[in-house]
């Protein structure tokens, strides 16, 4: 066994709506799997926040050829931002209420078969990005978009129904902001900064997005009336809300969002508060090897 490919399995035991069995069958079905096609497997449940990076940073640094990540959105940003810029792989198996990056790469929402994906793929890279400090590898984000991953983040129940009556119910009572981006005033419903297409759950928010050219699509949705919404929202799911008058975008290295007062965000889904009003983004082109 010291000379097989090592390979590790980050699991969050609290992604998605999975049971804590179901997690311990899928954590031994990936260790068989692993060792019949003569790995060296590991495979390790997270215990907190920030943990699946501190597993994964100290597997790039013990040479691991291969690190899954067996969660959701946030769990797989945990893990990558340690890969980015090394030679280790990362291998998707989506557990997550979305699944955006897992989605816009076409990696099986089927565990095991996500676990056979990243165990037999060849590594492919791609684009990777920063808000401030904060890494994203799907869409980052703020103003409606944002409000919905707060919101979300205080439901006691994950799950695609939940992320719904959330939405609903921030639609609501969610009003638009004043941004300045790059200089200029604006005032939008939401303002994405995408490197893969979607948000997940098939919500394309920048559907002409490739996340290995380097850049970033900039998205900006404009207020519209409430009576759109309907129409907007079909476009989101049809992948062609590019074509909306209230939809405008581009694509772009870096961009510099400033606001009045804290700044809601989120990075692949996860909430968070800029305390300074301001937002730096920037792509970092080849940075991430990923199993496809």
Not at 148 to 157: D, G, I, S
Request: charged share 20%.
């Amino acid at each position: 066994m010291a000379n097989l490919p090592a390979v590790l399995a980050i699991i969050n035991p609290l992604s998605g709506t999975a049971s804590a069995e179901q997690k311990a069958v899928l954590k031994n079905a990936f260790l068989r799997r692993a060792e019949a096609m003569h790995y060296e497997p590991e495979a390790v449940f997270t215990e907190a926040p920030a943990h699946a990076t501190e597993l994964a940073t100290e597997a790039v640094r013990r040479g691991v050829s291969r690190v899954l990540a067996i969660g959701g959105d946030g769990t797989i940003n945990e893990t990558a931002q340690a890969l980015r810029r090394s030679a280790t792989a990362l291998g998707i198996v989506p557990l997550g209420s979305g699944n955006g990056l897992a989605r816009h790469l076409g990696i099986p929402l089927n565990p095991m078969k996500a676990i056979e994906r990243a165990l037999g793929g060849h590594p492919v890279v791609i684009d990777s990005a920063e808000i401030n400090e904060h890494p994203f590898f799907c869409t980052a984000g703020m103003g409606f978009e944002a409000y919905v991953a707060h919101e979300f983040a205080k439901q006691p129940v994950r799950g695609l129904a939940t992320y719904v009556r959330t939405t609903f119910q921030a639609f609501l009572t969610y009003k638009p902001g004043q941004y300045v981006i790059d200089g200029q005033e604006k005032q939008l419903f939401s303002l994405t900064f995408a490197n893969a297409g979607q948000f997940g759950n098939n919500a394309w928010m920048a559907p002409k997005a490739n996340i290995a050219d380097g850049r970033l699509e900039q998205c900006e949705l404009r207020p519209f009336p409430a009576q759109m919404a309907g129409m907007l929202a079909w476009r989101l799911f049809n992948k062609s809300l590019d074509q909306s008058t209230y939809w405008q975008g581009k694509s772009i290295t870096r961009a510099t969002v400033q606001v009045d007062g804290p700044l809601l965000i989120h990075a692949d889904g996860e909430p968070l508060v800029l305390t300074n009003g301001r937002a730096d983004i920037r792509i970092l082109p080849e940075s991430l090897l990923v199993l496809l």
